[in-house]
């Protein structure tokens, strides 16, 4: 019997998530090594700025390129994206990260061009099919679009050594995230929710309100405008507690205690829980001054957005290289360890007798063990050829 076929650009998946959960772990070690050693060789740029943005823009930029080629075909019903325009799109990706790393070293036009190439790409492959078919999901573009504004917002702030601006940017950007992840979430959790629970012969009475949909969504959006133009502020706040309060009401239709047996499924219930938890968080923080609060962007990014995307990751993968849609225990222990970087970095401070540096650290080494089981066990699913033998 002939070893598979190696096909690692053989669909939108396969580089990007690979290279998601690859760059999870190299960014957060990097970091972790800045904190305890106090330097930094990103020349001028603050080492915090270069954690925010290679996790925005590496990690989850890779995440959300790999979901877009993968899930636009699928909407618009056209042929998946493979061979060398998603190598070179894959490419231009960790072209943007190795130049952000060495923005001490070269030219300052250099970094940007080099990091600003990916999103355009990006939305130039997928908006074809989008815009051709007229598909509902073209305001994917849009976001791509916005997503690429802000890094070059970042880069210029950063650069003229503008660092408020420079926050304020990332802040936006994972706001973008956060209303991807209520927008995408609140399509596939439910969905995926009722179609396990048919599949074991249980009730899938999925509840969904109208008007906590369009609240949930909307507070989301209003959450992004109103943390640009103020951030910190009690507007700021009280939008955040009334987006914790209408995502908190959508999740409780969604059975989530009916999918306890199903690791697969549960984690998309986990890490959406995670956004009325950390936008409760903010906005505690924002109006109380709550120290025990004062993490809930880790909450939000962590917990939420990181959580989401190792969830669609590992199914996504199986799905489309025709596996069948269960984990194993080792992929189980990696969705407990984020949770628990999770926990850690948003209430440890707080809570743990431990150093600042040491609650840090130890959230960082949750995370790295969680990515690391990610890629040792989905390395050979994301390089070889599909389980049944098709082709994608």
Same mark, same amino acid.
Do not use: C
């Given at each position: 019997?002939?070893? *598979?076929?190696?096909?690692?650009?053989?669909?939108?998946?396969?580089?990007?998530?690979?290279?998601?959960?690859?760059?999870?772990? #190299?960014?957060?070690?990097?970091?972790?090594?800045?904190?305890?050693?106090?330097?930094?060789?990103?020349?001028?740029?603050?080492?915090?700025?270069?954690?925010? /943005?290679?996790?925005?823009? &590496?990690?989850?930029?890779?995440?959300?390129?790999?979901?877009?080629?993968?899930?636009?075909?699928?909407?618009?019903?056209?042929? &998946?994206? $493979?061979?060398?325009?998603?190598?070179?799109?894959?490419?231009?990706?960790?072209?943007?990260?190795?130049?952000?790393? =060495?923005?001490?070293? +070269?030219?300052?036009?250099?970094?940007? =061009?080099? @990091?600003?190439?990916?999103?355009?790409?990006?939305?130039?492959? !997928?908006?074809?099919?989008?815009?051709? @078919?007229?598909?509902?999901?073209?305001?994917?573009? #849009?976001?791509?679009?916005? +997503?690429?504004?802000?890094?070059?917002?970042?880069?210029?702030? $950063?650069?003229?050594?503008?660092?408020?601006?420079?926050?304020?940017?990332? *802040?936006?950007?994972?706001? +973008?995230?956060?209303?991807?992840?209520? %927008?995408?979430?609140?399509?596939?959790?439910?969905?995926?929710?009722?179609?396990?629970?048919?599949?074991?012969?249980?009730?899938?009475?999925? *509840? /969904?309100?109208?008007?906590? @949909?369009?609240?949930?969504?909307?507070?989301?959006?209003?959450?992004?405008?109103?943390?640009?133009?103020?951030?910190?502020?009690?507007?700021?706040?009280? #939008?955040?507690?009334?987006?914790?309060?209408?995502?908190?009401?959508?999740?409780?239709?969604?059975?989530?205690?009916?999918?306890?047996?199903?690791?697969?499924?549960? #984690?998309?219930?986990?890490?959406?829980?995670?956004?009325?938890?950390?936008?409760?968080?903010?906005?505690?923080?924002?109006?109380?001054?709550?120290?025990?609060?004062?993490?809930?962007?880790?909450?939000?990014? %962590?917990?939420?957005?990181?959580?989401?995307?190792?969830?669609?990751?590992?199914?996504?993968?199986?799905?489309?290289?025709? *596996?069948?849609?269960?984990?194993?225990?080792?992929? =189980?222990?990696?969705?407990?360890?984020?949770?628990?970087?999770?926990?850690?970095?948003?209430?440890?401070?707080?809570?743990?007798?431990?150093?600042?540096?040491?609650?840090? @650290?130890?959230?960082?080494?949750?995370?790295?063990?969680?990515?690391? !089981?990610?890629?040792?066990?989905?390395?050979? %699913?994301?390089?070889?050829?599909?389980?049944?033998?098709?082709?994608?």
């Amino acid at each position: 019997m002939s070893a *598979r076929r190696y096909t690692p650009f053989a669909y939108g998946f396969r580089p990007f998530f690979l290279a998601a959960g690859t760059w999870a772990i #190299v960014a957060i070690a990097a970091w972790a090594f800045l904190l305890r050693a106090g330097g930094a060789p990103f020349g001028a740029l603050a080492p915090m700025l270069w954690h925010g /943005h290679e996790m925005l823009y &590496g990690f989850i930029g890779a995440a959300i390129g790999g979901f877009l080629l993968t899930a636009v075909p699928s909407w618009t019903g056209t042929r &998946g994206f $493979a061979g060398a325009p998603l190598a070179l799109l894959a490419a231009l990706w960790l072209a943007g990260r190795l130049a952000f790393a =060495a923005a001490g070293f +070269l030219p300052v036009a250099l970094v940007a =061009a080099l @990091e600003l190439a990916y999103l355009p790409a990006l939305a130039f492959l !997928i908006g074809r099919s989008l815009l051709r @078919e007229r598909n509902r999901n073209f305001p994917m573009l #849009v976001i791509v679009a916005v +997503l690429w504004g802000v890094d070059a917002a970042f880069l210029r702030a $950063a650069f003229a050594g503008n660092f408020g601006a420079a926050d304020l940017a990332l *802040r936006a950007g994972i706001g +973008l995230v956060l209303l991807l992840v209520t %927008i995408i979430g609140g399509r596939i959790v439910p969905a995926f929710t009722a179609n396990a629970l048919r599949s074991r012969g249980k009730a899938a009475d999925i *509840r /969904h309100w109208k008007p906590v @949909e369009v609240a949930a969504i909307g507070a989301m959006a209003l959450a992004v405008i109103v943390d640009a133009a103020a951030p910190l502020s009690t507007a700021a706040g009280a #939008v955040a507690a009334l987006a914790a309060l209408a995502q908190a009401i959508r999740l409780a239709g969604w059975r989530s205690l009916r999918t306890l047996d199903d690791p697969i499924v549960w #984690v998309l219930h986990a890490a959406y829980a995670w956004l009325p938890l950390g936008l409760a968080l903010k906005a505690v923080h924002h109006l109380a001054g709550a120290p025990w609060a004062a993490q809930w962007l880790h909450a939000l990014t %962590i917990g939420a957005a990181a959580t989401m995307i190792l969830a669609v990751m590992t199914r996504a993968s199986l799905g489309h290289t025709g *596996r069948p849609l269960v984990v194993g225990r080792s992929i =189980a222990v990696a969705y407990g360890l984020l949770l628990l970087a999770a926990l850690l970095r948003t209430f440890g401070p707080f809570l743990l007798p431990l150093s600042y540096l040491a609650t840090v @650290e130890s959230a960082a080494l949750a995370w790295i063990a969680a990515f690391a !089981i990610f890629v040792v066990v989905y390395a050979p %699913i994301l390089t070889r050829e599909r389980a049944d033998g098709k082709p994608g």
